[in-house]
């Protein structure tokens, strides 16, 4: 099993920039692939990036240039760097992984969870 545990969130008035962080623990040394996701209230829970072990990455169309996934192995902790922030942006941010091997933007594919950080971007 996985714990997964984010952090980073906050607020922030548009156009500005956060990082999230997840840290593993548990029976991390099997090869993971991890993934960010968010849920804005009233709205399904969607794929943002997601990143195997050897850090080869996937990102929904739609995030793409403003989210960066990347993951310190060493470490065990997954990031994501989000800039230019907009409303929209608000919602929470949950960090996921299961094993196995390439990367999965959807929900179903990943057993292990974190408990999500809220992130607010004002106007």
């Known amino acids: 099993q996985v714990q997964l545990v984010e952090s980073g969130g906050g607020s922030v008035q548009a156009g500005g920039s956060l990082r999230l962080s997840c840290a593993a623990s548990?029976?991390?040394?099997?090869?993971?692939?991890m993934g960010w996701f968010r849920q804005a209230p009233e709205k399904e829970r969607e794929g943002i990036a997601s990143i195997d072990a050897v850090s080869r990455t996937q990102y929904a169309d739609s995030m793409k240039g403003r989210f960066t996934i990347s993951r310190d192995n060493a470490k065990n902790i997954l990031y994501l760097e989000m800039s230019s922030l907009k409303p929209e942006d608000t919602a929470i941010y949950y960090c996921a992984a299961d094993y196995g091997m390439g990367t999965s933007l959807g929900k179903n594919a990943y057993r292990y969870w974190g408990q999500g950080t809220q992130v607010n971007v004002s106007s």
């Open positions: 548990g029976n991390t040394y099997k090869s993971t692939y």
